[in-house]
């Protein structure tokens, strides 16, 4: 059965395109966290989920709800998330996903099948205020930035979630069309997460380091993100704007995927000036 979808899904990639819209879901006031759930520490995820698929080739979104529950995340960015797509059994993987750890969502694929799509998402307890997503540049498969707005403590914050190409050959130009989208924004406080499919050493990501911090390299973590027999290798990252302070992070080995979800806790700079401040 599984070669009969896997077959479906190469048939429909000779009429895949990349995709222009956005999808944003927002609980009911009802069901939604409420205010005392908010803290002023952030904490964030990012995680390629595979298409929830396991090694087998197994799509089972109950997986990842199972792997990202204990993880209690304010903020999770998924990637590889796919929406009715054969190989998945046409199952839309992100309202379930998001169902299960009752959070709201924004949706950007990256590529419309037709019948069904494939991208990135991001999950959030805070309402979801609006998304976009801008298309990069790609030599091969279809590459895009989703960028959404929330309302974290009164303020906007701007989480931008991205999974870029596997060839060296796109990361220059591809981070270089990152930057001028951020230059252009001037965004106050946000993030940039996602699979960057670069090591931390790799040039590409000093350009970004000139926007944002990047404690998985400041600190030199050296986190194991995607699975490796014999190499660690940390591609997945989460890096901020210089107005929020890194607290602490994490790659706990759980889960279907080949990536492991990266878990780091935030907080605002300014609150801890001020916390700081008043001890004297």
């Known amino acids: 059965m599984r ?5 479906l899904t190469l048939c429909l990639t000779f009429f895949a395109f990349p995709s222009g819209g956005t999808l944003v879901h927002n609980l009911p006031a009802s069901a939604a966290p409420t205010m005392s759930d908010y803290e002023h520490t952030l904490s964030v995820v990012t995680y390629n989920i595979r298409g ?3 090694d087998d080739g197994t799509a089972d979104p109950a997986l990842i709800i199972s792997a990202l529950e204990p993880l209690h995340a304010d903020l999770i960015a998924l990637q590889e998330v796919d929406v009715r797509l054969p190989r998945s059994g046409f199952v839309n993987q992100l309202a379930n996903i998001a169902a299960g750890l009752n959070m709201n969502y924004a949706y950007g694929p990256s ?5 069904g799509q494939y991208g990135n998402a991001l999950l959030s307890k805070y309402p979801i205020q609006q998304a976009d997503m801008v ?13 959404v707005t929330i309302n974290w403590d009164g303020e906007p914050l701007h989480v931008l979630v991205t999974h870029l190409g596997v060839k060296k050959s796109e990361h220059s130009e591809q981070t ?5 989208y951020l230059h252009e924004q001037s965004y ?26 990047d404690p998985l390299y400041e600190e030199n973590l050296g986190l194991r993100t995607l699975k490796h027999p014999v190499v660690p290798r940390e591609i997945d990252r989460i890096l901020h704007s210089p107005d929020l302070t890194y607290m602490d992070a994490a790659a ?21 000036t001020q916390e700081a401040a008043s001890s004297y």
């Open 3 to 7: 070669k009969k979808w896997l077959s």
């Open 52 to 54: 929830c698929r396991t």
């Open 111 to 115: 590529i419309d099948f037709v019948i």
């Open 135 to 147: 298309s990069l540049p790609s030599q091969w498969e279809p590459r895009s930035l989703l960028d």
């Open 176 to 180: 270089e069309s990152l930057l001028a």
């Open 188 to 213: 106050k406080t946000s993030l940039l997460l996602g699979d960057f499919n670069m090591l931390p050493g790799d040039p590409s990501l000093e350009s970004l380091r000139t926007f944002y911090k």
């Open 252 to 272: 706990p080995a759980v889960g279907p995927s080949d990536h492991y979800p990266v878990q780091m806790h935030l907080t605002r700079s300014s609150l801890l």
